[in-house]
């Protein structure tokens, strides 16, 4: 057991916690984890645009005020999604609500909805639930939720 976890597995150190010092200490963790994936995407952001793109991991998402113009390797990549990889479009279903639809072949196990320069994507960000605020969603809700 190394010194710190052993300093906290004593009976002082377990009376001198709290829950509030402890939920402090958990926010700013995620706050200082927040800054360092901010930090991470413009060093990646900044890598790209040097034409560093082998050290990328993911390809950043450029923050500006303007949307990017389209590079030619952006068109290449969106032509070969719409030879190789476009298959279903979405449309009112007979059933009920909205389907999808193949327009063409599909093999199983392809993602139905695969992006293609993801630079010009949206962001995506993510929320969490506590499993008391999921237990006031309708159970039909809460399943797909965790399938998810």
Do not use: Y
């Not at 927040?34 to 450029?62: M, N, S, Y």
């Not at 599909?106 to 639930?129: I, L, S």
Request: charged letters at 30%; glycine letters at 4%.
């Amino acid at each position: 057991v190394c010194v710190c976890c052993a300093e906290l597995m004593s009976a002082d150190a377990i009376g001198s916690l709290s829950v509030e010092t402890l939920s402090a200490d958990l926010r700013t963790v995620k706050d200082e984890n927040t800054l360092l994936r901010a930090r991470i995407a413009e060093l990646e952001a900044a890598l790209w645009l040097a034409g560093e793109k082998d050290q990328v991991k993911h390809v950043p998402r450029v923050e500006s005020d303007t949307c990017p113009e389209p590079t030619k390797e952006d068109f290449k990549r969106l032509e070969q999604h719409l030879k190789e990889e476009a298959s279903v479009h979405l449309a009112p279903s007979k059933i009920a609500g909205v389907g999808v639809f193949a327009f063409r072949p599909m093999k199983q196990g392809v993602d139905p909805f695969p992006v293609c320069n993801r630079h010009f994507a949206a962001k995506e960000t993510f929320c969490v639930f506590s499993d008391s605020k999921l237990g006031q969603l309708p159970p039909a809700v809460v399943e797909e939720v965790k399938r998810f």
